[in-house]
C-alpha cells in the first residue's frame, strides 16, 4: 500500500555537502555533491528537499517510499536494474518522478570568409613608331664669276696673295629624339555585394516520453498479486516493482519482434550483469521479470 504520511518541513540551512544521504530501506545512497534552492543532488541523481523525513545528527534520511525507489532500481542485494533514466529523474516525495524532456535546435551564424580571388594582370609590350619631322637646313652654293677690271681696295687687298682656307658655316636642324609617359586609359575594378540563399540540413535529435497505460493497469493488477506472496519476507513492493516494469518493457519488445521468453531471456540476463548483478542475484530477481514479461504479452 502506498504510504500518504506527509513528510516534515526541513530547514534547507542545515544541509550541507558531503552530508550522507541514507533511503528509508536503511541503505547508504551516497553523499551530497549540490544542493539547489529546492532539490539536492547525491551520485548524479536529483532529489527533492520535501522527499527527506528528517535529518539527524550528520545524516539525511530520506522517506520510505523514496528511498526504496532510488535509481527505479535498486534491489535487495545492492543491485541496480537497467532503466537507463535515473540521472534524468528528480524523485519527489510520495514518489512522483519529474523527467526532462529535450530536444536540439539548429542555429546558422554568418561569418566573413574569403571565397576566392579576381586577378588582373598587367603585361607591357613593344613596338616600333616612325615619326614624320621636317628639318631645314643650310646649302652651300660657290659660284666664280668674271667682273669688269677695276682697281683693288683695301679690302681686296686684305690678305692677297696669301694661301689658306675659307670656312663657312653651314647650319641646319637635326632630329632629336625623347620618349614621354603618357596615360591613355584605365581599368576599372568594381566589388558588388550579392546576396544568396543556401539550405544547411543537419540531423537533430529529439526526446519524446511515452506513457504505457497498458503498464498501468497491469502494475495494479501485479501490486494485488504481489501483497499475497509470502517467499520473501521483509522484501518489498517497492523493491520488485522496477524488475517487474524491466521485464514488461522487455515483453513489450519481444511482442513486436514475435520473440519468446527463452530467446528474450538471455539479453535480459545480460542487461541486469551490466548492472552489477550476478547470477545469484538474476535468479532471485527472475520471477518479478518473467511475470512482467509474461504480463506485456499478455498472458
Do not use: C
Request: negative net charge; glycine residues 8%; without cysteine.
Amino acid at each position: 500500500m502506498t504510504n500518504t504520511r506527509t513528510p516534515n518541513p526541513i530547514d534547507r540551512a542545515r544541509l550541507r555537502a558531503g552530508m550522507p544521504v541514507q533511503s528509508g530501506e536503511g541503505q547508504t545512497l551516497g553523499t551530497i555533491e549540490a544542493l539547489d534552492a529546492d532539490s539536492f543532488t547525491v551520485k548524479g541523481q536529483q532529489y527533492a528537499l520535501s522527499s527527506i523525513e528528517r535529518i539527524a545528527g550528520d545524516r539525511v534520511y530520506l522517506t520510505r517510499q523514496v528511498g526504496a525507489s532510488t535509481d527505479r532500481g535498486r534491489t535487495a542485494a545492492g543491485t541496480t536494474a537497467p532503466t537507463g533514466a535515473a540521472r534524468d529523474q528528480v524523485v519527489e516525495a510520495e514518489g512522483q518522478v519529474r523527467v526532462p524532456v529535450r530536444e536540439e535546435r539548429l542555429e546558422v551564424e554568418k561569418r566573413s570568409a574569403e571565397l576566392g580571388t579576381v586577378e588582373v594582370r598587367k603585361t607591357v609590350e613593344q613596338e616600333q613608331q616612325t615619326v614624320p619631322v621636317e628639318l631645314t637646313r643650310e646649302e652651300v652654293h660657290v659660284e666664280q664669276r668674271d667682273v669688269a677690271a677695276r682697281p683693288a681696295t683695301e679690302a681686296d687687298l686684305a690678305g692677297a696673295f696669301q694661301e689658306g682656307t675659307v670656312r663657312v658655316p653651314v647650319r641646319g636642324e637635326e632630329a632629336v629624339a625623347r620618349k614621354e609617359t603618357v596615360v591613355t586609359g584605365e581599368v576599372v575594378i568594381d566589388k558588388t555585394r550579392t546576396t544568396e540563399t543556401q539550405r544547411i540540413t543537419d540531423t537533430l535529435r529529439k526526446e519524446r516520453v511515452e506513457v504505457d497505460e497498458g503498464y498501468e493497469r497491469q502494475r495494479a493488477a501485479y501490486e494485488q498479486a504481489f501483497a499475497g506472496r509470502k517467499d520473501r519476507p521483509g522484501y518489498a513492493y517497492a523493491e520488485a516493482e522496477p524488475h517487474f516494469r524491466a521485464g514488461y518493457g522487455a515483453g513489450l519488445e519481444a511482442r513486436k519482434a514475435g520473440r519468446s521468453w527463452e530467446e528474450a531471456e538471455a539479453d535480459l540476463r545480460a542487461r541486469y550483469r551490466a548492472a552489477g548483478a550476478d547470477d545469484d542475484a538474476w535468479a532471485r530477481l527472475k520471477r518479478e521479470v518473467r511475470e512482467g514479461f509474461d504480463r506485456a504479452r499478455g498472458r
